[in-house]
């Protein structure tokens, strides 16, 4: 598929610097305001957000026909059920207005100077209402890595693991934007050695380096998504961490699996990445063997090749990278996470979140958790400032940020960066 928002060759006329997140062909939609006031539909572009609702307000987004209170919900769900058509046309109208050959904004300095924010100067929030959030197990990696560890290196992977895409419900209320601190959640656990369980504040904190994707159009109840189907239903992408108490989740995830453990946060990255953006990034997955059932099979490159990295920083010290990943090791794809999701009849909603699991490579330096990265903390990192985790401590910011790179074209999440303050 071509599509011209992505042509290589396009500059625009806002200065944009080659190590940014955000040239004309990316071009992110989020949820912003600017000191003391409302909320408003953006778009990334290099160091500044373009304000949707007062570009609409003037004029220049009439062709396409948006209501323009849609620029000034409190979130993207009413821009995304216009469906991929109009997303698609969106997209195209911002490129052409913001390319250095257009003149229609680019000529007029009182309109830029309304439309166009130094992204300093406004604050970010959720870029979408999430209804439903299902989490995925969907690097082999990880959950070799995680079987390895826990249960029997030599049958380190489940027998339906290369079966099913497994994935479990989440909790959508705790889903929180980039920036918001979160405090270390209390709960109950039980040492190897205890009698009883004991109640108190986690001690294995963890983050969980993932994507997630943004469903875009709705199917009815007991309708299936096929693989073919999935794209035309997922929006776009940002990054997510899924915080983890890894001692709360030991002791409560037999039989039904994880659930306060996982429940008291999750952050996400605050631009969305529409898929469009990530065409020219597609790569083939891994070889799925054995044989995947039929309504699992796909066609075609489902994989998308994003660099992921994922930095501590302690509380007055440096940020120190202790994750290189990829988004491309996922055994199972996005395709095939909707149509196992889909195909028992449940019905998906726009703005549901999906996210990838942890996303961890075959070298230790690639490892998408603490618990993989210090191998259950038997191997400490070392910090700037001379101290070491096994964990994540109070005081500790957690930083992940992804981009893909191709023809000198980059582009990026930008970041999902939490502080983790002390248990009340
Ligand atoms: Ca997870």
């Known amino acids: 598929m071509t599509i011209a928002a992505n042509d290589s060759s396009l500059s625009s006329w806002v200065l944009v610097s080659p190590e940014s997140d955000f040239p004309i062909q990316n071009l992110p939609m989020g949820i912003f305001s600017r000191r003391d006031e409302s909320v408003s539909v953006g778009v990334a572009i290099g160091d500044y957000v373009l304000d949707v609702r007062e570009l609409a307000s003037l004029g220049y987004l009439s062709a396409l026909e948006i209501d323009n209170s849609v620029f000034s919900s409190q979130h993207l769900n009413r821009f995304i059920s216009l469906g991929q058509p109009v997303w698609r046309a969106f997209r195209e109208r911002i490129s052409e207005l913001l390319n250095k050959s257009n003149q229609e904004l680019q000529s007029n300095e009182d309109h830029i100077k309304d439309v166009l924010i130094p992204k300093n100067e406004v604050s970010m929030h959720m870029p979408v209402r999430v209804g439903d959030y299902t ?10 890595n995680v079987g390895t560890m826990f249960r029997d290196p030599e049958n380190a992977l489940l027998p339906n693991w290369k079966h099913i895409p497994v994935g479990y419900h989440g909790r959508a209320s705790s889903i929180i934007s980039s920036g918001i601190d979160i405090e270390r959640p209390k ?36 309708t299936p998504v096929s693989t073919a189907e999935a794209e035309d239903h997922i929006f776009g992408m940002v990054l997510f961490n899924d915080w983890s108490a890894r001692d709360i989740q030991k002791w409560e995830y037999v039989p039904l699996g994880p659930f306060l ?9 605050p631009w969305v990445v529409l898929m469009d953006a990530l065409e020219p990034f597609r790569v083939s997955g891994p070889t799925q063997d ?12 489902k994989n998308y090749d994003i660099n992921l990295e994922v930095f501590i920083q302690p509380d007055n010290s440096e940020p120190v990278r202790v994750c290189e990943s990829n988004f491309k090791y996922m055994y199972w794809n996005m395709a095939q996470q909707l149509a196992h999701q889909t195909i028992n009849g449940c019905n998906v909603r726009i703005g549901d979140l999906y996210g990838s699991g942890t996303i961890s490579g075959s070298d230790k330096g690639s490892y998408g958790s603490m618990l993989e990265l210090s191998w259950k903390g038997t191997n400490p990192i070392s910090m700037n ?25 980059r582009i990026g999440f930008g970041e999902v960066s939490t502080k983790v303050l002390p248990a009340r």
């Open 135 to 144: 989490d995925f197990y969907s690097s082999i990696e990880h959950a070799t």
């Open 187 to 222: 709960g109950q656990t039980k040492a190897d050695d205890a009698e009883a369980p004991s109640f108190g504040p986690t001690r294995l904190l963890d983050f969980e380096l993932e994507m997630a994707f943004i469903l875009g159009k709705e199917n009815e109840l007991g």
């Open 261 to 269: 453990a996982k429940s008291f946060a999750s952050s996400a990255s």
């Open 290 to 301: 054995p044989p995947v059932l039929p309504y699992l099979q796909y066609d075609g490159d």
């Open 385 to 409: 400032d001379g101290s070491e985790r096994k964990f994540i401590q109070d005081g500790d910011t957690v930083i992940m940020k992804g981009h893909a790179e191709k023809n000198g074209i």
